[in-house]
Every structure is written in structure tokens, then in C-alpha cells.
């Protein structure tokens, strides 16, 4: 239903997003941001037709209809900025050749990116950047990007010719790989965090009291029970005495205190989730935001577990302090891998943690390293050799030890705070985007490998590398760090040398 959309209402302009796309070098397949708004308007659509009502009916269309103004406003914002970039990139490559450039094309990029700003501002000033109660306003603001689109491809144009050749049709030498976020967009990742942090520490507090404790009636005497879980009968700590007594009051007071907290900061919280994504930052799954939370709040995550599929992508983004323009969509599916050595808690810590996200979770019986539930939503475990042993022996899903795993254990994680497509936060821990990279490229050429995903992989590996080399000094790829990479993998490092882009210099500030 989404394509068909595509064909209809937004077709005009996802065809001229692939235009440019393929102008600059881009995939030109629709980006997952946008994938989503249509996504949501189908999903409020389907809703509505389940039910009665005419009122609920026109409700769901005019919504449906709203997440397709939204789409066109991100569509156009992300030509906006694959257009900007490379502009940037080759008004800086004649300043570097002819220590100046026209002073009319000068004055004309100002105008635009001010007028880019004057638009920008308008969109965050209410809760939404194209508030559904706003058609009017929606409408001027999509007509200023339009025209701030039309005006920046007229502008490149202008600049090829007087870079003779430098682009010639294709893709800019010095074009960046990691679009820079805004100071707006970094400070809202950087208080994401603290307050996440904040949030998880009160939450975890919560998790490490009684479910409850109460007096009840023992042959004719008051004893107090404590009970840890629901369904749990619970355990007598003693009869009613000054000593109970303290330790029921000091229970409810503590509990109240922590509660008292988590509170405060939940609201924080929320309020820094919609600045976030009103920002357009990247975004991950509600599923697998739920499931991160719950390993977090259970203490899982970095320690037990670490994020080794798509999902960890967005997290590389904020790392970058940029967007990674090349990077191909994220897949339906949460990919972790053990990496504890041992299990202290002598329990199935994934299967329980699993259950407590949805009981409906089940173990894929023709894979059994593969849990569903029942909106088909897969979660993978995987695992290296030298962790599998690290393993609860009943835990659920049971992964089979891949070789390729362990290099994912390599220098050092990532660890950052993003934001859902249903506005809840979640907290990724992934590996080292250098060696997350490298395996990747080492996927793309294995005979093993499922070939719907070898092209994909190797635009991921690429598109990361180039992120490091461009946008992450922290990760360095310097000759101490080719000394470390095995054998195995030396050939593939060796062919992203060789294809990588210059390093441009940093954008043009107006």
C-alpha cells in the first residue's frame, strides 16, 4: 500500500529524489525516515477500517493524509541537504583553486541558507514541524523548501561550470559522507543522554525492591510479607515488632522517594524525545527500543549484550555528529550478540528479559538462534566462540558460535542514547564502528552469505569507514590500528583504501 502512495501522491517527488540522488552519487532508494511517515499513515488508515464509525473513519484519513504532508517535508529536506553538501563541497574546491569565488553566487547562497533557516525556525516552534491543525502553515513551509531546493540546484549548476569539469555529472570528489547536525541537534543528543541516564538509574532502583510488602493475619497474629515478584506468595519476615515496623515504613518511604524521581525525569525525558525527533535525529524500531530498554533497566546491555545488526546504525550517526548520507535502510529485526564470558546471575537472563518485553515471544524452531513474536517482530542471538561458554545452558534463543563474532568484541564500543519511531528512548551499546565496517565488507564477498544481502553489506561497511575516516577522529585508522587487523580481514581494508573519497573540508558556514 505504501508503494501504491508512492505511485500517486508522492511519486512526482520521489522521483525527483532519486534524481538527485543519482546526480550526486546517493542510493536512490527511498530513505527509511520517509518509509516510516507512510508507514504510519497506512498503519492509522488499517486501524480505522477495523472499526465503526464514520467519525473514527474520517479521523484515520485526515491523520493518514498528514503523515503524507510529513513525508513530503522530509523527501524534500533530504534533497535539501544532499544538494547543500555537495554545493559546499565544490564552492570550497574553486576557493582552494582560485582564492576567491563570484560575489553574486556568494550573496545567493546566503539568501538561500537564510531563507533555509527562516523556514527551519518556523517548523520548530510548535510541537511538530507541520502541525496537523496547520494546512495552511504546512503549505508555506513546503513551498519555501521547494523553492530553497530549486534555488540550490540552480546555484550548483552555476558552480560546475566555473569548476570546469571538477563534477562533471556525477558525484563531487569532495563531498561529504557525514552530513554535520546543527548545534540544536547536538545538544538535544548530548541531554538525551544525561537525562536517559538519569531515568535508567531510577528505574533500575525500582526494579531492586519488593514488588510489595504487606501485614497478614498468622494464626491470629500480624506478620509482615514481603513479595518480590506478582505471583510470588512472598516471605514472612517476622511478626509485628519495632524492628518490622522500621523496615515496613522504610520500605514505602525509600519506594516513594525513588518513584518520586523516576517521575521527574520521565517527563524530562518525554520533552527531549519530541525536541529529538522534531530534529529529525536518527531514529530506531519501537520493538527494538522496547527490548533495549528492558536489557538496560536488567543491567544486560555492554556488559551481557551488545548491538550487532542494523539498529546499531543510528547510534554511529550520533557518534559522527552527523548524518551518514549512504548508508541502505534498517531491517525489520534486532541483531544482538552475547559477550559476557561467564553468567553470575545463574538464570536464562535473555530468555526472561525476552518474556518480560512480550510474553508472546516464541523460539523459531527451524532457527533456533531466532525468537518472534506475534507481530513477527525477530530478534537473533549471536555469539562468539570464545563467549558462547558465557552462556546460561537453558537460555533461549540458543546461537550457534560464528567465527566472524569475535572481531565485533574489538576496540571500543559504542555507547549512546537515540530516540524511537514511537518517541520512547532507548540506549544502544554497539561495537566499534571499525570493526563493525570490516566484517560487514568481509560478508559481502563470503559464499555463505545470503546474496539479497552481500550488496547491502558492503554499502554499510563502506559508507561506515568513510563515517570513521570523515567524521570520527576518536576511531583512528592509522597504522597501528592496520597492525591489528587480522589476516582475514587485510584485503578488505584494503579495497576501502583504495575506493575511499577524499576528505572534504568542513561545510561552508553562511
Not at 56 to 62: D, E, N, S
Not at 391 to 415: F, H, I, K, S, T
Request: hydrophobic share 40%; with cysteine.
Amino acid at each position: 500500500m505504501a508503494m501504491d502512495e508512492y505511485r500517486t501522491a508522492l511519486r512526482p517527488l520521489v522521483e525527483i529524489y532519486a534524481a538527485i540522488a543519482r546526480k550526486f552519487g546517493r542510493p536512490e532508494s527511498v530513505p527509511d525516515v520517509v518509509n516510516n511517515d507512510v508507514r504510519m499513515a497506512w498503519d492509522h488508515l488499517a486501524a480505522a477500517l477495523a472499526q465503526d464509525g464514520t467519525q473514527a473513519i474520517a479521523a484515520a484519513v485526515r491523520s493518514a493524509l498528514w503523515h503524507l504532508v510529513v513525508a513530503r517535508g522530509d523527501l524534500l529536506q533530504l534533497c535539501i541537504e544532499i544538494v547543500r553538501s555537495d554545493l559546499d563541497a565544490t564552492i570550497n574546491s574553486i576557493i582552494a583553486r582560485d582564492g576567491t569565488i563570484d560575489p553574486r553566487i556568494s550573496q545567493s547562497v546566503q539568501a538561500s541558507s537564510q531563507r533555509l533557516s527562516s523556514v527551519r525556525d518556523a517548523m520548530l516552534q510548535g510541537e511538530h514541524p507541520l502541525p496537523i491543525d496547520d494546512p495552511d502553515g504546512n503549505v508555506w513551509k513546503l513551498t519555501e523548501l521547494n523553492t530553497v531546493l530549486r534555488d540550490y540546484l540552480e546555484l550548483f549548476g552555476d558552480t560546475e561550470k566555473i569548476n570546469e569539469g571538477s563534477i562533471r555529472g556525477a558525484v563531487s570528489p569532495l563531498r561529504r559522507v557525514v552530513l554535520p547536525f546543527s548545534e540544536e541537534q547536538l545538544r538535544v543528543a548530548s541531554n538525551l543522554h544525561q537525562q536517559y541516564d538519569v531515568w535508567i538509574e531510577a528505574e533500575r532502583l525500582l526494579a531492586a525492591f519488593p514488588h510489595r510488602m504487606e501485614w497478614r493475619n498468622v494464626g491470629g497474629e500480624e506478620q509482615l510479607f514481603q513479595i518480590d515478584r506478582p505471583d510470588d506468595g512472598g516471605t514472612c519476615l517476622g511478626p509485628r515488632s519495632g524492628a518490622t515496623e522500621t523496615t515496613f515504613k522504610s520500605y514505602h518511604t525509600d519506594r516513594a522517594a525513588v518513584l518520586a524521581r523516576r517521575d521527574r525525569s520521565i517527563s524530562r525525558l518525554a520533552d527531549t524525545c519530541r525536541l529529538y525527533q522534531l530534529l529529525r535525529l536518527p531514529l530506531i524500531a519501537g520493538e527494538a527500543a522496547t527490548i533495549l530498554r528492558e536489557a538496560d533497566r536488567r543491567s544486560l546491555l555492554g556488559s551481557c549484550l551488545l548491538v550487532v545488526g542494523t539498529s546499531v546504525v543510528p547510534a554511529y550517526s550520533i557518534e559522527a555528529a552527523g548524518r551518514i548520507l549512504d548508508l541502505p535502510d534498517e531491517t525489520e529485526d534486532l541483531d544482538v550478540a552475547w559477550t559476557a564470558e561467564r553468567n553470575d546471575s545463574g538464570t536464562r537472563p535473555v530468555w526472561s528479559m525476552l518474556k518480560a518485553v512480550d510474553q508472546t515471544y516464541t523460539v523459531n524452531t527451524e532457527r533456533p538462534f531466532q525468537a518472534r513474536n506475534a507481530d513477527a517482530y525477530e530478534v537473533e542471538i549471536l555469539v562468539a566462540p570464545s563467549r558462547y561458554a558465557g552462556m546460561a545452558r537453558g537460555d533461549q534463543p540458543r546461537p550457534v558460535p560464528l567465527e566472524e563474532q569475535e572481531w565485533l568484541l574489538n576496540g571500543r564500543y559504542v555507547d549512546r542514547v537515540v530516540v524511537a519511531r514511537d518517541g520512547s528512548p532507548a540506549r544502544i551499546v554497539g561495537p566499534d564502528p571499525r570493526w563493525f565496517a570490516l566484517q560487514k565488507l568481509w560478508l559481502s564477498v563470503q559464499d555463505k552469505r545470503n546474496p539479497l544481502k552481500r550488496d547491502k553489506d558492503a554499502l554499510q561497511g563502506n559508507a561506515i569507514l568513510n563515517a570513521v575516516a570523515e567524521s570520527m577522529p576518536q576511531y583512528r585508522l592509522d597504522a597501528a590500528f592496520e597492525a591489528e587487523i587480522p589476516t582475514a580481514l587485510v584485503q578488505a581494508f584494503q579495497r576501502w583504501k583504495l575506493s575511499r573519497p577524499p576528505l572534504p573540508p568542513m561545510p561552508i558556514v553562511w
